[in-house]
Each structure stands twice: as C-alpha cells, then as structure tokens.
C-alpha cells in the first residue's frame, strides 16, 4: 500500500485492492454512526463491515471508524481504523499475533 492516494479514483483504487488482497470478502456495512464535530471539516463515522472469509468460509464483523476531512466539497484527509485483533480472529490468525506480541518480551 502506499502511503499515500491522492484523488478520487486513487483512494477508490487503493480500498479494492486492499480488500481484493485479502481473504476477508466484505459483503455489507452496517451500524452506520456520524458523530457531530466542533470542526466543520471534520466527519467521523463508525461502521461495522460483515462479510465472509472465503479461505474458512466464516462470517466476520469488523467495527471501525473514519475520520474524514472535507474542505470545499472535496476530501483532503481520511484516517481509517479497524478492529486489528477482530482481523486476526476472522482470519484465524489471533494465536500467531498473540504469540508474536508475547515473543518481543
């Protein structure tokens, strides 16, 4: 992933091809919440995006949040968080970053 997607059709281009890399197959988004903002640029959201892992077949429901910021009808700034231990159970890798964490002591 870059570290960065400058217009449009970047950041589009940037979500599917991060989606498209992983077994993790989003199917919905749900429990959408816009939270009010003392910064008028600023939108933040929380969402919940189901879907299924095509290597198991299990179901995953992943919360997260974005921050947005808007500034003359165009975005300028998005940071996007995810449930990173939600992840690793969906995909059945939670023992392996347990581990991992636990080997850096």
Avoid at 42 to 53: F, L, N, P, R
Avoid at 81 to 94: K, Q
Wanted: no cysteine; charged share 20%; hydrophobic share 40%.
């Amino acid at each position: 992933m870059p570290p960065r997607h400058e217009g449009r059709e970047e950041v589009r281009a940037g979500y599917r091809a991060a989606w498209s890399a992983s077994p993790a197959q989003p199917q919905d988004i749900r429990d959408v919440v816009v939270h009010d903002s003392t910064d008028p640029e600023v939108i933040t959201v929380e969402q919940v995006v189901t879907g299924t892992v095509t290597t198991t077949g299990q179901p995953f429901s992943l919360p997260g949040l974005i921050a947005i910021r808007v500034r003359d009808g165009q975005i300028v700034h998005v940071r996007d968080y995810m449930d990173g231990l939600g992840v690793a159970h969906a995909m059945n890798r939670l023992a392996a970053v347990v581990a991992s964490l636990s080997d850096r002591h």
